[in-house]
T-cell receptor, first 116, second 115 residues
Framework: AQSVTQPDIHITVSEGASLELRCNYSYGATPYLFWYVQSPGQGLQLLLK??????LVQGIKGFEAEFKRSQSSFNLRKPSVHWSDAAEYFCAVGAGYGGATNKLIFGTGTLLAVQP | NAGVTQTPKFQVLKTGQSMTLQCAQD?????MYWYRQDPGMGLRLIYY???????DKGEVPNGYNVSRLNKREFSLRLESAAPSQTSVYFC??????????????FGEGSRLTVL
């Protein structure tokens, strides 16, 4: 069965420091992978997605992620974190098949805190 | 530019009461979804509708029913609410291209408390 693991529940970084959020997935075929961000009291906003092609994907707000098939990973990175990046981050894998739709399986999320 | 709109945003129910969460999207998307979000568990799919006139169960469908009223609207009904259904509910929609993939657009959520 498809699954997504985000091993870090909470991460705290200093403003201006680099960030890497980990995501590992389990999927039988080439996955469609996503990172979403959720600010407090808000819905989820797409940061970036990987369907095929270049394994380094650029997203909004200066985020990027790298798909590594050999490690079943899709880690999210940002070179320099801003205080406004404090939020919860969710990794997701596309679990639809055949004529079905774009059901996503989500990880449990990583809560990012940013210290001044 | 409304996107995905959910109502109500907050609701408190007593055990055994019923209620319906409403969701509407104005992006002409084919597919719609209901997720619930609980602390430490991420988002779990309750039901989805690949296209108008079809609905299917997700991971956690027990205790819920859905109706795809038309292409724009997808409602979630709790017939007899239980404390275990206290959660934040998110509606989402997507273009629903055949096969996998495609971005989901989310509403702002509906916070439900069952006493």
């Amino acid at each position: 069965a498809q699954s997504v693991t985000q091993p870090d529940i909470h991460i705290t970084v200093s403003e201006g420091a680099s960030l890497e959020l980990r995501c590992n997935y389990s999927y039988g075929a080439t996955p469609y992978l996503f990172w979403y961000v959720q600010s407090p009291g808000q819905g989820l906003q797409l940061l970036l997605k990987y369907f095929s092609g270049d394994t380094l994907v650029q997203g909004i707000k200066g985020f990027e992620a790298e798909f590594k098939r050999s490690q079943s990973s899709f880690n999210l990175r940002k070179p320099s974190v801003h205080w406004s990046d404090a939020a919860e981050y969710f990794c997701a894998v596309g679990a639809g098949y055949g004529g079905a739709t774009n059901k996503l399986i989500f990880g449990t999320g990583t809560l990012l805190a940013v210290q001044p | 530019n409304a996107g995905v709109t959910q109502t109500p945003k907050f609701q408190v129910l007593k055990t055994g009461q019923s209620m319906t969460l409403q969701c509407a999207q104005d992006m002409n998307h084919n597919s719609m979804y209901w997720y619930r979000q609980d602390p430490g568990m991420g988002l779990r799919l309750i039901y989805y509708s690949a296209s108008e006139g079809t609905t299917d169960k997700g991971e956690v469908p027990n205790g819920y029913n859905v109706s795809r009223l038309n292409k724009r609207e997808f409602s979630l009904r709790l017939e007899s609410a239980a404390p275990s259904q206290t959660s934040v509910y998110f509606c989402a929609s997507s273009q629903g291209r055949r096969g996998r993939g495609g971005e989901l657009f989310f509403g702002e959520g509906s916070r439900l408390t069952v006493l």
